[in-house]
C-alpha cells in the first residue's frame, strides 16, 4: 500500500519565511498561486506581459518576469506545459536555482525524461494534484481538498518530503491525503493512462463505435447519442461508486452486456496493444518522438489535430449540442 500523508503529517511552519514562486498562471497555476496566498504563504507570479499577467494582478497576486521570480524565490515551481518547462528552466530559472533552493514540478516529465537536469545542491519534488486547476481551487475554497501525489527526486537538504509535503498542505491536499510515489512511476502511470485509457483509448473507442452503427446504416445523429453523449452518465456513476456502482444503475440487461460482450471487445489483442504503449512510455520511445515534434514545428502532431477535428462525429456532436444549451452551464 501506498503511504498516505494527511494535515497531521505536514508540518505550514517549513514554508515560514519562504517566497514561492508560481511559474506559470493557467490551469494549475492559478489555482496553486491562490490557495498558497490563502493559506498565508509568500507567493510571487513568474510570467511573461499579457492576458495572464493582468489576470494574476487582478486577482492580487505579485507577478514578476520569469528571472526576476527566480531570483527573489526559495521554493520555485513550475506550472506550464511540459514542451515548454525546458526552455524556462535553463533560460530563466537555472543561473538562480542556488544551493539549498527547492524546484518543484506536477508532473515528472521533465524530470524522468531529462530534459531538465537540476543542480545537485537544490532539492527537487513534486505535488501532482489529482484534478484540474478550477477543481482544486473549488474544493480548497468549500474547506475541503484533493488527493495529490508526492515525489521526491533528489533531496539535499534533508527535508525535501517535508516541504513538498507542507506544500501539497498549503494547497489544500493534505486534507484529502497526498500518496507518496517517485518521479518515475507518476510520469509513466499519467502518460500511459492518457494514451490508452482517458484520452487515446477513450477516444478510439467512441469512434469506432459511432464509425460502425453508421456504416451499418443507423443515423449520425444516434449514433452520437449511444456512444458519446451517454458516456458522460456511465464515467460520472464510475467516479462516484466504482464499477460496482455503475452496474447496480444500469439496466440489468446493459449489465450483462457488460460482462458478455466487453472482453470481445477489449481482448488479450488490444491488451497486447496497451503493452506496446507502456513500453514507449517506459523506454523512453515515446517522450523522444513527442520531444522532436515539438522541436521541429509539430508537423505530425498539427496534421493529426486537424484530421481530428474534421471527423463526422465532431460534425454531428456540434450540430448537436446547439440543441442542449444546459451543456455550457
Not at 518521479?183 to 482517458?198: I, K
Request: hydrophobic content about 40%; proline content about 5%; glycine content about 10%.
Amino acid at each position: 500500500m501506498a503511504k498516505v500523508y494527511y494535515d497531521s503529517d505536514a508540518d505550514p511552519r517549513l514554508l515560514d519565511g519562504n517566497t514561492i514562486a508560481i511559474m506559470g498562471y493557467g490551469s494549475q497555476g492559478h489555482a496553486h498561486a491562490l490557495n498558497l496566498k490563502e493559506s498565508g504563504v509568500n507567493v510571487v507570479v513568474g510570467l511573461r506581459a499579457g492576458p495572464s499577467w493582468d489576470k494574476a494582478e487582478a486577482a492580487g497576486l505579485q507577478v514578476l518576469v520569469p528571472e526576476e521570480a527566480a531570483e527573489e524565490a526559495n521554493i520555485v515551481i513550475i506550472l506550464v506545459p511540459d514542451h515548454a518547462q525546458k526552455d524556462l528552466y535553463y533560460c530563466f530559472i537555472e543561473p538562480h536555482m542556488d544551493r539549498g533552493k527547492t524546484l518543484m514540478f506536477a508532473h515528472g516529465f521533465n524530470i524522468h525524461y531529462s530534459q531538465i537536469v537540476p543542480p545537485p545542491g537544490v532539492d527537487v519534488s513534486m505535488i501532482a494534484p489529482k484534478s484540474p486547476g478550477p477543481i482544486l481551487r473549488q474544493f480548497y475554497t468549500q474547506g475541503i481538498g484533493v488527493p495529490a501525489l508526492v515525489a521526491v527526486h533528489q533531496d539535499a537538504t534533508g527535508k525535501a518530503l517535508q516541504t513538498a509535503l507542507a506544500y501539497g498542505r498549503a494547497l489544500g491536499c493534505t486534507r484529502a491525503g497526498v500518496l507518496e510515489t517517485t518521479f518515475a512511476e507518476e510520469t509513466e502511470t499519467d502518460l500511459f493512462g492518457e494514451q490508452a485509457v482517458l484520452c487515446g483509448g477513450v477516444s478510439a473507442l467512441v469512434k469506432a463505435g459511432f464509425e460502425t452503427l453508421v456504416e451499418a446504416g443507423y443515423q449520425p445523429e444516434v449514433a452520437y447519442f449511444e456512444c458519446l453523449h451517454e458516456l458522460k452518465l456511465i464515467v460520472d456513476l464510475i467516479q462516484k461508486g466504482g464499477l460496482t456502482l455503475m452496474r447496480q444503475s444500469v439496466s440489468d440487461t446493459a449489465e450483462y452486456g457488460d460482462y458478455s460482450m466487453g472482453p470481445q471487445v477489449i481482448d488479450d489483442c488490444v491488451r497486447e496493444n496497451m503493452q506496446a504503449v507502456l513500453d514507449a512510455v517506459r523506454d523512453g520511445s515515446f517522450a523522444r518522438q513527442w520531444i522532436t515534434e515539438n522541436q521541429t514545428g509539430r508537423p505530425g502532431f498539427n496534421l493529426l489535430r486537424k484530421l481530428e477535428r474534421e471527423h463526422p462525429i465532431e460534425e454531428v456532436g456540434k450540430e448537436l449540442r446547439s440543441m442542449m444549451p444546459w451543456l455550457n452551464e
